[in-house]
């Protein structure tokens, strides 16, 4: 089946500019969760969802960044009054239910100049 | 002092080489431990996941953890060049969401 899906690839953004990142997770796929990604570092947590529920948003950065999953399936990323040090990878990934694994989409670059 | 250590490499083999790729970290809470590969300009794939103490197989793949040491390993056999990527370490603690990711090993092999 399809794996996890983001959407932008890319996105170029002015400083001061929202910004709006998608995760379609797998269908069926219950936890869902958004990591940060900066070049030549590993993922760092930002926020974690169950069904729609969010039920760890300690990673992320500043009040700036929001994470919402209305419905219990798609996410959706904001990030407002970007920054230079936002730029990175943002990646979306979910498990299945009573698995601990995690299923990772391609990711989202995020670069504001 | 960060929860996991990883040395970023570049580690460099020949093919059919044995890889060694490890991580140490400081959190005896750490139950579950996954390394994952990924290749440039594309998400992590998971490789391997194990619970607890222990040694896990899978193809030309094995992963070790020792925790009491907390030190674990992930070996190679028989290189390829597609094997070239950075491999992750990551690990969770029972029933926590937050998973720790080390900074990942780039890795090349040379045909």
Request: charged residues 20%; proline residues 6%.
């Amino acid at each position: 089946g399809a794996g996890v899906s983001q959407s932008p690839r890319y996105k170029v953004a002015k400083r001061g500019q929202d910004v709006a990142l998608r995760c379609d997770p797998i269908s069926g796929h219950v936890s869902l969760f958004w990591y940060q990604q900066a070049l030549g570092q590993g993922p760092e947590f930002l926020t974690y969802f169950q069904n729609e529920a969010q039920l760890d948003k300690s990673g992320l950065p500043s009040d700036r960044f929001f994470a919402e999953r209305p419905e219990g399936s798609v996410s959706t990323l904001k990030i407002q009054r970007t920054q230079q040090e936002d730029s990175a990878v943002y990646l979306c990934a979910s498990s299945p239910p009573t698995k601990d694994e995690q299923y990772f989409g391609p990711g989202t670059r995020l670069t504001v100049t | 002092q960060k929860e996991v250590e990883q040395d970023p490499g570049p580690l460099s083999v020949p093919e059919g080489a044995i890889v060694s790729l490890n991580c140490t970290y400081s959190n005896s809470a750490f139950q579950y431990f996954m390394w994952y590969r990924q290749y440039s300009r594309k998400g992590p794939e998971l490789l391997m996941y194990t619970y607890s103490s222990g040694n896990k197989e899978d193809g030309r793949f094995t992963a070790q953890v020792d925790k009491s040491s907390k030190y674990i390993s992930l070996f190679i056999r028989d290189s390829q060049p597609s094997d070239s990527a950075t491999y992750l370490c990551a690990m969770t603690r029972t029933g926590g969401f937050k998973t720790i990711f080390g900074a990942g090993t780039r890795l090349f092999v040379k045909a």
